[in-house]
Nanobody, 121 residues
C-alpha cells in the first residue's frame, strides 16, 4: 500500500509565506503526476469540491490554478518521493485544507489526509 502525508500547514498573516510538503511512502516503484488540491473548511466531506491548486508531472511540467499563478510554486523530488508547495503572498481566501494527490504506478490514485492553512487578514 501507499501513504501520503502532508506537513507544513499553519496560521500565517496575509502577505506571508508557507511551504507545504508531501511525502509518499510504501511499496512505491514510481509516481506519475502529483498535485495539490484544497478545500475550504467545513466542506471536507465533499471530495468533489476540492479545488485544484497545482500539478506536476514526473518530468517536472507544472500547471497552476489562475488564482495562485505567480504566488505559488510546486516542485518535487522524485528520488525522495516528495512534493512541495511554496506559497507566497498568501491571502485570506487561500485558507483551506490542502491535500496531496499522487498517481502511483501499479497502485493508482492516492490522497493524503490534508494539512490546514489559515491566513488571517
Amino acid at each position: 500500500q501507499v501513504q501520503l502525508v502532508e506537513s507544513g500547514g499553519g496560521l500565517v498573516q496575509a502577505g506571508g509565506s508557507l511551504r507545504l510538503s508531501c511525502t509518499a511512502s510504501g511499496s512505491i516503484i514510481s509516481i506519475n503526476a502529483m498535485g495539490w488540491y484544497r478545500q475550504a473548511p467545513g466542506k471536507q466531506r465533499e471530495r468533489k469540491q476540492r479545488e485544484l491548486v497545482a500539478t506536476i508531472t514526473s518530468g517536472g511540467s507544472t500547471n497552476y490554478a489562475n488564482s495562485v499563478k505567480g504566488r505559488f510554486t510546486i516542485s518535487r523530488d522524485n528520488a525522495k518521493n516528495r512534493m512541495y508547495l511554496q506559497m507566497n503572498e498568501l491571502k485570506p481566501e487561500d485558507t483551506a485544507v490542502y491535500y496531496c494527490n499522487a498517481d502511483v504506478i501499479t497502485w493508482g490514485d492516492y490522497w493524503g489526509k490534508g494539512t490546514l492553512v489559515t491566513v488571517s487578514s
